[in-house]
T-cell receptor
Framework: AQKITQTQPGMFVQEKEAVTLDCTYD???????LFWYKQPSSGEMIFLIY??????QNATEGRYSLNFQKARKSANLVISASQLGDSAMYFC????????????FGQGTELSVKP | DVKVTQSSRYLVKRTGEKVFLECVQD?????MFWYRQDPGLGLRLIYF???????EKGDIPEGYSVSREKKERFSLILESASTNQTSMYLC?????????????FGQGTRLTVV
């Protein structure tokens, strides 16, 4: 069974500093994809970044990067130079290839950026 | 612009009522999902459909059923609503095949069962 764990219910970060949001996963499928989504207070789900299990390099998208440690089964999101608009819920998700397109989410981390 | 549309933003229903939550996507996606979101529990998968008339149970299917008669429409049915089904319900869709295809979400339906 697949499982995604986010152990930080809430995080605070000072504006302009970097922050790491943790995500660990459990799978026996060698082929899988990992996703991070942002959910601001408006409720919309915004896709941020993707990492494939066979990707050799860590994914980056602007100020977002994914610290992928395959042996440890972790896929932490790093946000550099935090902005007030980064305050939101962040969800880690995984899709296993042998599960078709089934997508499972973690519990989420609420990030608050302080001015 | 890609779009997943849920029929209602807010819904109030009485205990025991049969409730239909509708979701429509215009991206010709094969996969569609229903999640419920509760504080501290994240998004929990209720049901997943990978094709018309095909469905798979997610982690919390009890008390729910689904219908997918057309590719673009995925309905979540609460046969007899109960107060513990008060929650935010999110519909999503994604393309099949490529691992890196993200899911697109609707705006959510906040259901209150009284």
């Amino acid at each position: 069974a697949q499982k995604i764990t986010q152990t930080q219910p809430g995080m605070f970060v000072q504006e302009k500093e970097a922050v790491t949001l943790d995500c660990t996963y459990d799978t026996s499928d060698p082929s899988y994809g990992l996703f991070w989504y942002k959910q601001p207070s408006s409720g919309e789900m915004i896709f941020l970044i993707y990492q494939g299990s066979y990707d050799q390099q860590n994914a980056t998208e602007g100020r977002y990067s994914l610290n992928f440690q395959k042996a440890r089964k972790s896929a932490n999101l790093v946000i550099s130079a935090s902005q007030l608009g980064d305050s939101a819920m962040y969800f880690c998700a995984m899709r296993e290839t042998n599960q078709g397109g089934k997508l499972i989410f973690g519990q989420g981390t609420e990030l608050s950026v302080k001015p | 612009d890609v779009k997943v549309t849920q029929s209602s933003r807010y819904l109030v229903k009485r205990t025991g009522e049969k409730v239909f939550l509708e979701c429509v996507q215009d991206m010709d996606h094969e996969n569609m999902f229903w999640y419920r979101q509760d504080p501290g529990l994240g998004l929990r998968l209720i049901y997943f459909s990978y094709d018309v008339k095909m469905k798979e149970k997610g982690d919390i299917p009890e008390g729910y059923s689904v219908s997918r008669e057309k590719k673009e429409r995925f309905s979540l049915i609460l046969e007899s609503a109960s107060t513990n089904q008060t929650s935010m319900y999110l519909c999503a869709s994604s393309s099949q095949g490529a691992r890196d295809t993200e899911a697109f979400f609707g705006q959510g339906t906040r259901l209150t069962v009284v």
